[in-house]
């Protein structure tokens, strides 16, 4: 499928999670405009060090959107499904477009994560967001299921874009919560080990 792009290092969408976007650069209010005209698919991915397109981004749906007095657009994604960039096309619009296949979710997927799960991601979390003091409510997120609750944490917490991205390439909720763990826990462990060095 042919897909407009936003590449936007750190802002990682994920399966089942909503994004909000500030549009106000000309080429991408074109990319919007672009995308309202067709299906509203936008592939949200990240780039590299050289501007060069990570292999693995996420289709967000625009599932609503605002225009602004000043020529803006505010805009909410919906994560639709991963996709994979088979190639780059060529630019004959002001943004990047691609041909892109959507992945499949992986049959162990389908797998919901137990509560037992959910409790311990929960009690990590909430030592975590102390720590590095994000203001987040917490009992918002403990309302929804494990997995969406994990990708809401893995978008919205401050990891390196390398980790998101590698958390967004992880096609099994079992898996991706294994990671999002032991990513949380060396954060919490390299917070503890800076604060016995000082």
């Known amino acids: 499928m042919e897909l407009p792009i936003f590449p936007l290092n750190g802002a990682v ?3 089942e999670t909503s994004l909000p976007l500030n549009i106000f650069e000309s080429r991408y209010i074109e990319m919007v405009n672009y995308a309202l005209t067709r299906d509203r698919y ?18 967000g749906r625009i599932h609503s959107f605002n225009e602004t007095g000043d020529g803006r657009y505010l805009i909410s994604l919906l994560g639709i499904n991963c996709f994979s960039v088979v190639e780059e096309l060529k630019q004959t619009f002001s943004f990047r477009r691609v041909e892109a296949k959507i992945l499949q979710k992986n049959e162990v997927e389908k797998n919901k994560l137990n509560e037992d799960k ?46 998101k991205q590698l958390l967004l390439e992880t096609n099994d909720d079992l898996d991706f919560y294994n990671k999002l763990i032991s990513m949380i826990e060396l954060e919490i462990n390299g917070i503890f080990d800076n604060t016995s060095i000082n």
């Open 13 to 15: 969408l994920f399966p």
């Open 42 to 59: 936008i592939g949200m991915i990240q780039t590299d060090n050289d501007n060069k397109l990570y292999k693995i981004g996420c289709i």
């Open 118 to 163: 959910k409790f311990n991601l929960f009690r990590i979390y909430k030592k975590y967001i102390e720590l590095k003091k994000i203001g987040i409510d917490i009992n918002e997120i403990e309302k929804i299921d494990c997995n969406q609750a994990m990708k809401f944490i893995a978008m919205v917490s401050p990891f390196e874009n390398t980790e």
